[in-house]
């Protein structure tokens, strides 16, 4: 067997002599940002400081993030919806629901892996947050939503205002 030679081994070892890119995305991020920018024109994409969608066209992006394709498909998914309001927060939790399942069919498109664990992560902070909102003041149980307006406790059979 050949002797290994040290001056190989630190050839093989020294950083890429190119300077760094000036974008903090990585290289595969960029291409994919770039492959939806040009699937998708009407669309601005954005860096953020979080993963969002602002209606009518805006999608911001956090750039340094693990899961980057896929968070960035969800907030498409949420743009191609036309995910632009809502009126009760139950609507809003369907939205999301909706949302998540639109991205599970663009993850299959773009071939990226769908994250069951983060997606249900994120909707039970949305059931969470809905849960915190709907209980009655009097009684501490969930109120159903009337509308957008009020809040009807089925135990004190009173309707509130919602918070
Ligand atoms: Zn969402
Ligand atoms: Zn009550």
Known sequence: MAPV?????????????????????????LAFLDSLKSA????????????????????????????FRFLLLHELAHALLK????????????????????????CSDYKVPFLDSLAEAELNTYRDWLHKKTLCKTCGLSCLEVNSESLYCPFCQKTYPRP
Request: charged share 30%; glycine share 2%.
């Open 5 to 29: 030679s040290i001056f190989s081994d630190n050839v093989r070892e020294n950083p890429p002599a190119s300077p760094e890119p000036s974008s903090p995305l990585n290289a595969r991020n």
């Open 40 to 67: 998708y024109p009407d669309f601005f994409f954005k860096p953020g400081r979080k993963f969002l969608f602002r209606p009518k066209r805006t999608i911001f992006y956090l750039e340094d993030n693990d899961n």
């Open 83 to 106: 995910h632009f309001s809502y009126d009760t927060s139950l609507e809003r939790l369907t939205l999301e629901r909706d949302a998540w399942e639109k991205t599970r069919q663009l």
